[in-house]
């Protein structure tokens, strides 16, 4: 079992920017944040796989920057120009299987999340 503690969460205005973490217990190949905004379902924003190679859902790109430090299994979202749309509930995800993408089905752990709120 891989336990997932997210931090970093907060209130800001919008135009802001955030750097959320998520310390896991264990080291995992694929690392992923996702969103759920309130009333929607939880989407993908940024993943990090075995091989280093990082993806990121359109509404993050040239905005968030996703990075990981193995040393520490952490995993950081440095969250820059936020929006509104941007609020809501930011969950780290893991799983250790080959194939990694941004549908939160593929994940095995779960952090209890860090709530966002950007206001304008």
């Known amino acids: 079992q891989v336990h997932l503690v997210e931090s970093g969460g907060g209130s800001v205005q919008a135009g802001g920017s955030l750097r959320l973490s998520c310390v896991a217990s264990?080291?995992?190949?694929?690392m992923a944040w996702f969103h759920q905004a309130p009333g929607k379902e939880r989407e993908g924003v940024a993943l990090?796989?075995?091989?280093?190679?990082?993806t990121y859902a359109d509404s993050a790109k040239g905005r968030f920057t996703l990075s990981r430090d193995i040393a520490k299994n952490t995993l950081y979202l440095q969250m820059n120009r936020l929006k509104s749309e941007d609020t809501g509930m930011y969950y780290c995800?893991?799983?250790?299987?080959?194939?990694?993408?941004?549908?939160?089905?593929?994940?095995?752990?779960w952090g209890q999340g860090t709530q966002v709120t950007v206001s304008s």
């Open positions: 990090i796989d075995r091989a280093d190679a990082i």
């Open positions: 995800a893991a799983h250790n299987a080959i194939h990694a993408g941004l549908d939160r089905i593929q994940y095995d752990y």
């Open positions: 264990q080291y995992t190949h694929n």
